[in-house]
């Protein structure tokens, strides 16, 4: 299928805003080591300030899809792109690790804005949603590689401080030029519900979150939290954890680069073979039924949360090989559960939809950076591997009752899926 100019447009906008999100994100647990050594405290001290800095990455999105659905998402998308930048430059002025609290705060609000934003622009603007959906999510983890990858590189010539404004430069320039950007927001959806998504009281939104809350979706919100709970936790932690293991400390670095972490480099590896997951199982939305989809990808993710201390006694390739499985299959799931909530919401409340979405992604799911801390610091390693698996088998169970729960179908309402 070729792609409208409205597709592209929509498509360009959309990569380029999420891989600047995501950019700074993972940035973030990179300088989570640096700020150990900068600011002399605890692991678990340094996770609950970044849980903090998380959290309203994910509380904003529902706020955000409100605004989304009453003003557009592209006004939103050009705010939250400065917004994160400016919050991010703040970083270089920090004088304690509270004030680095107080910025990461300050950019977790402003890039709230962006999931319910863009992905509500893609479900209702976009023809090709499969697709559009698929490079979205190469996008983001474009950003999600290079994010950390730059963030570890400058740092071996440059002090941290410099590297955050350093940083920010990006987001600013992606701003430049979504404003030079026109497209039709609401082209793939019928007349009567884009006049509908135009406007929001306050007793339509009580209204449309009871029914959200009453259909399906209230299945694909649990999903996703566990989503959440398992991305922030591996995520967070696994740059600290690789630099730890046996492995990586014979590894003798080439001269000049004598403080080059090969832990990071590892953990960059990890996010470059998610883009391949998100590729694969974007396309696959088009062919699998995406609880099908959810339910494998959460099997998965569960077995290798156990495998992870087995394998870190081994050797490299063994490590190396563990990370690229992990990459793939931590972000296959991400278009699973980003066309679930198109597919089973209607389409006037998808901005309100995805804001819930990533209120339990980003939000709720944060709830493990701080107890995965204190399990790291006070019972073991293993210990918080062996929670991230049990969190990944839950949400499978939770998926295979989404496989016989009711869909929704933009044009006849409410449809129960075959389970052939």
Known sequence: MTLSDNDRQIATFTMLAHGIVHWFELAIPIFLVVWLEAFDVSVSLVGLIVALGYAPFGLGALPAGLLADRYGPKRLILVCLVGMSAAFATLAFAPSIYAVAASLLGWGILASIYHPAGLALISTGVEDRGTIFAWHGIAGNVGIALGPFATATLLLAFEWRVVAVMLAVPGLLACLYGLHLEFDPTAATAAEDAAAAGSRSRSAVVANTRSLFAS????????????????????????????????????????GLEELSLGDYFYVGLLVAGMAGQYVAGKLTNRVAVARGLIVTFVALGVLAVAFVPVASMGLGVILLYCAVLGFSLF??????????????????????????????????TLSISFGGFLIDYVTVAAFFAVLSVIALIGAAVGGRLLIAPSYSATQGPETPSTD
């Open 332 to 365: 296959a799931i991400e278009p699973f559960y980003q066309e679930a909530v198109a597919v089973y919401t209607p389409p006037d409340t998808r901005g309100l939809s995805y804001g819930y979405t990533y209120l339990g992604m980003f939000g709720l799911g």
């Open 216 to 255: 399906s979706f209230l299945l694909v919100f649990v999903v996703v939290t566990f989503v959440g709970l398992y991305y922030r936790g591996v995520l967070t932690y696994l740059p600290e954890l690789l630099h730890g293991l046996p492995a990586m400390d014979g590894v003798e670095p080439p001269v």
